[in-house]
């Protein structure tokens, strides 16, 4: 797929002219990644109490406030943009992930959310990784800085699956890990859209879906071969993965 780029990376600001497809797609984008920050701060904290390990806490505690900033930071970008954040929320992508997150956050077990901090947060990297390239400056600026904080936190989803595989077993974790890589390949959506062109052009991402799958499913596999699992493979093997 062959999309020119328009805008160089970092080349418009707050009081940049914008037109108004510019305006919309960023202020669309950014409205999502305040909600998927604010869903892992949610999902986090409410690990926070019902863990007992004393490190885990600690560390789980520190993540929920790593990710409830990244929330208030993309917040404070829309209202840079004069964003009122309440309609944001009526901005964001109608995506199947959402409905159905809400419906699985209150049933998540430990494992799942071990299985989540190595795999969803990983896969939220993979697009940070283009924010961190956007044309928009503050929020470049902002996704390089998410980055930084990010990087830990699939390794703290590892560090509890190495135990939960100690204390319930490879073949559980095994059967979970499958789940939830169904869930994260599936999440990246469609190998293309019809958004993802304009996403190009106007250097909002530098990537298609499917760009950014294969860079996930790249630097998953050596980790998951890490832990001593296997990478899942799916009776479908192409989106949607079944
Ligand atoms: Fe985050
Ligand atoms: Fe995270």
Redesign the pocket.
Known sequence: MTSIREYPPASVFPDSPMTAEYRATLIKLLADQAR??LV??HVYASWVRRVPDPDTKRYLAA?AQ??T???YKALELLIELGVDPRAARRLRTRSWFYPVTRMLVPRLTWLDVAVGAFLI?AA?YVL?EDFAQSSYAPWAELAQD?LK??EG?PEFGMRCLERLICDRGRARVQRRLVRWWRISMNLFGPPVTRNTERYIRLGLKVRTNEDRRAAFRAAMAPRIAELGLDVPRLYRERYPFV
């Open positions: 998927a920050e892992a701060a993540i790593e990710e900033e990244h929330w947060d939220a940070v998410i904080e990010e936190h």
